[in-house]
């Protein structure tokens, strides 16, 4: 009996799995410039493009996931993430951008090579972080994340003389902290 009901029902499950699986990468048109919808009234699907993104190379059969992505801004100024589906295995899209970065003129500060590589590049005023995955059902997963650099931080103070310090070297005891003991307060 249950091997009947799984012979019946797994085909369409797994037919419609398929179907889903397949319109992913497409969204409903938001900008007011498109319409709404279609000659037959139905929503109008838009393919998401990389056209705004000319400061990274993107890989070749890419598909951006919209419902991961948030960017703000746009050209060589945007912020925030993009993620990207691919069918390229993790391994080849790790060496693509290894070796395409420098072409955009990104200087790499590191780079870790596991079950989720890493890439990190600073240009400018900002700094990108890759990290790539491999996923059982869309290949590989790219998680491209931009943020701006932060300002360096100043240096820690250490032995800071005061302009009113009027004790030399010698004049200055020096307390070992492992002879502290603690004290007690009534």
Known sequence: ?????NVR???PVFAAFLLT???????IALSPS?????KDGLPQVTQATFAQFQDIPIPGNAKMNMDRTLILGEKEAWIGRLVIDSRT????LFD???HRMSQFGWQEITSVRSATSVLSYSKDNRIMT???QSHRFIGTQVNI??????????????????PNDTLTKSDKTVINPASLRPVEVR
């Not at 699986?21 to 969204?27: E, H, I, R, S, V």
């Not at 295995?89 to 080849?92: A, E, F, G, N």
């Not at 932060?150 to 005061?162: D, H, I, L, Q």
């Open 145 to 162: 994340t931009m943020s701006p650099k932060g300002a360096p931080t100043p240096p820690p103070v250490t032995n800071a003389s005061f």
């Open 89 to 92: 295995p993790q391994v080849k």
């Open 130 to 132: 890759i990290q790539i």
């Open 21 to 27: 699986a397949c319109t992913f990468d497409q969204g």
């Open 96 to 98: 693509f951008f290894k």
């Open 34 to 38: 498109e319409p709404d919808t279609d």
């Open 1 to 5: 009996m249950f091997d009947r009901f």
């Open 9 to 11: 029902i797994l085909p």
